[in-house]
């Protein structure tokens, strides 16, 4: 079983940038495609990102497209995600997970063994 840690998250002005890492242990996850979501208060879980583990595909919420970036480092078991030109609406709690379903590379129900989060908060 792969269990998933995330840090970087912080308080950064609007315009500012943080990168997320999220790291494994247990069982390397460099089998799976790896997916970053977010709950914003009051919100449902929402997609943000998710990379395969080859790292030659990439999938981006319209939301952030341009602006997050995501990566691996298989070596390290480590996916990070660079988040440049943050806004307001970026506040959430972030956390990483695994794909270990079948399904949609963006639904929340294709993932599990979900990190604990890391907060970003965004100030105008």
């Not at 997970?97 to 079948?102: E, L, S, V």
Request: hydrophobic fraction near 30%; charge should be positive; aromatic fraction near 12%.
């Amino acid at each position: 079983q792969v269990h998933l840690t995330e840090f970087g998250g912080g308080l950064v002005q609007a315009g500012g940038s943080l990168r997320l890492s999220c790291a494994a242990s247990g069982r390397t996850f460099s089998d799976y495609v790896t997916g970053w979501f977010r709950r914003a208060p009051g919100k449902e879980r929402e997609f943000v990102a998710a990379i395969a583990w080859s790292g030659n595909r990439r999938w981006y919420a319209d939301s952030v497209k341009g602006r997050f970036t995501i990566s691996r480092d298989n070596a390290m078991n480590t996916v990070y995600l660079q988040m440049n030109s943050l806004n307001p609406e970026d506040t959430a709690v972030y956390y990483c997970a695994p794909k270990t379903y079948r399904g949609s590379e963006d639904v929340p129900r294709s993932y599990d063994n979900w990190g604990q989060g890391t907060q970003v908060t965004v100030s105008s």
